[in-house]
Nanobody, 120 residues
């Protein structure tokens, strides 16, 4: 069973930074991708960032240039460095794993989220 635990959320003013961490275990051969998605109240789930086993990284358009995903080679720990935060980044952030980056949060596994609140 895949287990993912996200941490590092909190409250910050616009322009500030936060670093999220995800500790993962129990990966199977189906877990080629690990990353983050977020969900704000009343909004659709949004893919934030993802890293594949081959090292390729993907970012949602709204976070490109501001967020950076990193992780160790075994993907046991994944980080999301979030800089230049905006109020619209406010959401619950979930760490997730699965076969593809594009389907994180709809297939595969995800853990309890961590809340990020950005004030203007």
């Amino acid at each position: 069973e895949v287990q993912l635990q996200a941490s590092g959320g909190g409250s910050v003013q616009a322009g500030g930074s936060l670093r999220l961490s995800c500790t993962a275990s129990g990966f199977t051969s189906d877990d080629d991708a690990i990353g983050w998605f977020r969900q704000a109240p009343g909004k659709e789930r949004e893919g934030v960032s993802c890293i594949r086993s081959n090292g390729r990284r993907y970012y949602g358009d709204s976070v490109k240039g501001r967020f950076t995903i990193s992780g160790d080679s075994a993907k046991s720990t994944v980080f999301l460095q979030m800089n230049s935060l905006k109020p619209e980044d406010t959401a619950v952030y979930y760490c997730a794993s699965g076969p593809f980056c594009i389907s994180l949060g709809s297939t595969g596994s995800w853990g309890q989220g961590t809340l990020v609140t950005v004030s203007s």
